[in-house]
């Protein structure tokens, strides 16, 4: 009995701390605020006032109260926290442009600076629990210094008064709203930013990242004025706020920019106006006198925020009703549904009457997912658009390639074939030029010696003539074939042979020979090579077999001279009948011009043909070259 009653107790109490844990957990405190007061400091503002005291309710702005006022403000917040069995915390959202806060007498906290360059804590929230020892018993006061700066809002933003876990919720909650959405906001417009500039600088003939570009770096430095905790990198608070100011003007005019060249639209004296307000609207932020600064900047404001409406509408009207000259663009959509989010935002925080302050801070919240999404646009579209350019292009260059290369194996094979046609052409004529040349003149010798013979030739004088014939056909296909053959030590050695073959035929015939050969070349290293030394003879060879022929000379003068080292002369006269060298060169039956002609040009030297009355000279110039090194 004692055991079953002790474990009904023990569950009695287990449902009795449950029961009353949620009310201990959730046990709350609110103090009951009294009055909230504001006044001017006197002096610098850091004594409290004693009089001037004007009620309000917070979020407050001193403006509103003074016009253009410049120096320190005091707000008094009485409340009665008597009824709190827990402690309680106090959380500002913000103090502008900088202040101090304090319990009664003793101080909470305070900014760094409280002149000029001020601290910024407008946008900063904060919170404290308030000590026990500073609390007395009843009515107490929660002080608060504001610095004032006119031109810009300046005054306590809410104010709340409650238990810590309160009071800490409620922080945390403003700290996203004011701060953390912010630098979310920066990052992302800087990455944007970065990002189309360096696409911009790479393709430079799509302004529309670049606009896009100054329009992400533009609001990130609009946004600074929300994240900024002093006016660095300006002398002052005010210079900051103009800054900001043509930041935001900036903004509207590279989002419109962005919207005409992105959606192909070509609108010039839009443009032109869009620039002639954005001149005046920077000057006016710049300029404008510290007494009226607030006005003229709320009227910017109000001005920047309009275009920018109208901009994102006429967008719509182009996409959705505008002439279609071309089919709608997914891209041109897309861009036209994130302006139209962001028409439908702000006309919701316009049409609920909020402040310029939150009307700002509304529409600058809002830009960090609208960057977002313009990346995703652009990059998601650009992209896509690209890789199917792409696989297009890829298909089109592997179908350019196959047929390239049909026609270059056509065009390759037909080459070859006429290569093969004219190489065979060009044996044929070297062939019929040796013949010509070579073993045709030992038969015009051999006929030339018959003939001037007055009893037939004994078998041994024709087996001469014969063995001669074979000297000629092998010494034709040996040195015709290589370019290696050995050069003559000198100019005598390499007109032996040609001298001993036409000596004796020129002697039978009663033609005096002379021959005038120099005895050394005058640089060893400078000599004919083995296709000059053939070339040259059968030039020779083809001179004198002319003489035989056709000249009727009875005298012929054969020379080799070296002017110079590099040049080497081959001379051939005769005091024949001589021939019209014209009409022989252009007629093309003779075979013997035309064969010398190719032999001079084939060793790159100079054929030069004189005939007269008085006899015929024929003369051919080579240059002479170093042997080139055989690289190994």
Same mark, same amino acid.
């Given at each position: 009995m004692t055991c079953w009653l002790r474990r009904w107790l023990t569950l009695c109490l287990l449902m009795l701390a449950g029961m009353c844990a949620p009310a201990l957990a959730n046990e709350t405190c609110t103090p009951r605020i009294l009055d909230v007061e504001v006044a001017k400091? =006197?002096?610098?503002?850091? %004594?409290? =006032?004693?009089? @001037?005291?004007?009620?309000?309710?917070? *979020?407050? /702005?001193?403006?509103? !109260?003074?016009?253009?006022?410049?120096?320190?403000?005091w707000y008094r917040v009485d409340f009665d926290a008597s009824a709190c069995t827990v402690p309680v915390a106090l959380g500002i959202d913000g103090i502008s442009v900088a202040g101090a806060v304090y319990l009664n007498d003793d101080l909470l906290w305070r900014d760094k600076s409280l002149v000029e360059p001020l601290s910024r804590s407008w946008n900063i929230p904060r919170w404290w629990v308030l000590p026990a020892t500073s609390l007395h018993a009843g009515v107490n006061s929660v002080w608060i210094r504001a610095v004032a700066v006119s031109g810009i809002w300046s005054g306590v933003s809410a104010l709340r008064l409650a238990?810590? %876990?309160t009071v800490r919720a409620q922080f945390e909650h403003a700290q996203w709203h004011q701060r953390t959405i912010y630098f979310i906001n920066a990052v992302l417009c800087g990455m944007a930013g970065v990002l189309f500039t360096l696409v911009w600088l790479l393709r430079r003939k799509e302004p529309a990242y670049g606009w896009f570009a100054l329009m992400s770096l533009a609001w990130l430095a609009y946004l600074t004025t929300y994240l900024a905790e002093s006016p660095w990198p300006f002398a002052d608070s005010m210079m900051r706020s103009r800054a900001s100011m043509v930041a935001l003007i900036v903004y509207v005019l590279g989002a419109c920019l962005f919207t005409f060249r992105y959606g192909g639209q070509r609108m010039a004296w839009i443009e032109r106006a869009l620039w002639a307000l954005a001149g005046i609207g920077s000057l006016a932020s710049?300029? /404008? *006198?510290?007494? $009226?600064?607030? %006005?003229?900047? @709320?009227?910017?404001?109000?001005v920047a925020m309009a275009v920018f409406l109208l901009n994102a509408l006429q967008f719509?009207?182009?996409?959705? !009703?505008?002439?279609?000259?071309? *089919?709608?663009?997914?891209?041109?959509?897309? +861009?036209?549904?994130?302006? +139209?989010?962001?028409?439908?935002?702000? +006309?919701?925080?316009?049409?609920?009457?909020?402040?310029?302050?939150?009307?700002a801070r509304n529409w600058a919240a809002m830009s960090g997912p609208l960057i977002i999404a313009l990346i995703m646009l652009v990059l998601g579209s650009q992209l896509v658009q690209e890789m199917r350019s792409v696989e297009r292009f890829n298909h089109a260059l592997a179908d350019g390639i196959a047929n390239a290369r049909a026609e270059l194996?056509?065009? !390759?094979?037909?080459?070859?074939?006429?290569?093969?046609?004219? #190489?065979?052409?060009?044996? &044929?004529?070297?062939?019929? !030029?040796?013949?010509?040349?070579?073993?045709?003149?030992?038969?015009?010798?051999?006929?030339?010696?018959?003939?001037?013979?007055?009893?037939?030739?004994?078998?041994? &004088?024709?087996?001469?003539?014969?063995?001669?014939? &074979?000297?000629?056909?092998?010494?034709?296909?040996?040195?015709? #074939?290589?370019? #290696?053959? /050995?050069? =003559?030590?000198?100019?005598?050695q390499w007109a032996a042979p040609l001298r001993h073959r036409f000596t004796r035929i020129l002697d039978e015939l009663d033609v005096e020979s002379e021959w005038n050969i120099a005895e050394h070349w005058q640089d060893e290293q400078l000599r004919p090579n083995a296709l000059q030394s053939l070339n040259l003879i059968r030039l020779a060879e083809e001179a004198l077999t002319n003489v035989i022929k056709h000249s009727r000379a009875t005298k012929v003068r054969v020379s080799?001279?070296?002017?110079? =080292?590099?040049?080497?002369?081959?001379? $051939?006269?005769?005091?024949?009948?001589?021939?019209?060298?014209? #009409?022989?060169?252009?007629?093309?039956?003779?075979?013997?011009?035309?064969?010398?002609t190719a032999r001079a040009a084939r060793i790159a030297g100079k054929l030069k043909v004189e005939s007269g009355a008085c006899g015929t000279a024929v003369a051919v110039e080579v240059t002479l070259e170093r042997p080139q090194p055989i690289s190994v």
């Open positions: 400091a =006197p002096g610098d503002g850091s %004594a409290r =006032p004693t009089e @001037g005291w004007i009620k309000t309710k917070l *979020p407050d /702005a001193m403006n509103r !109260h003074w016009p253009g006022y410049d120096g320190s403000g238990d810590e %876990a710049l300029l /404008a *006198p510290k007494a $009226v600064a607030g %006005a003229w900047w @709320g009227m910017v404001w109000q719509q009207w182009h996409v959705w !009703h505008g002439p279609r000259e071309r *089919p709608r663009r997914r891209r041109d959509m897309l +861009l036209a549904l994130v302006w +139209l989010v962001f028409v439908v935002v702000a +006309l919701h925080d316009l049409s609920g009457m909020l402040g310029f302050w939150e009307v194996a056509i065009a !390759h094979e037909r080459e070859h074939q006429q290569s093969l046609h004219n #190489t065979k052409l060009q044996e &044929r004529i070297r062939i019929a !030029h040796e013949l010509h040349d070579g073993l045709g003149a030992s038969l015009v010798r051999g006929m030339a010696l018959v003939e001037q013979a007055d009893a037939p030739l004994p078998n041994q &004088r024709v087996l001469s003539l014969l063995k001669t014939l &074979r000297d000629d056909l092998r010494q034709m296909i040996d040195y015709s #074939t290589s370019s #290696t053959a /050995a050069v =003559p030590d000198s100019p005598v080799c001279e070296q002017p110079s =080292p590099a040049r080497f002369i081959v001379r $051939v006269e005769d005091n024949g009948i001589g021939f019209d060298v014209q #009409t022989v060169q252009q007629t093309s039956l003779n075979v013997g011009m035309r064969s010398m």
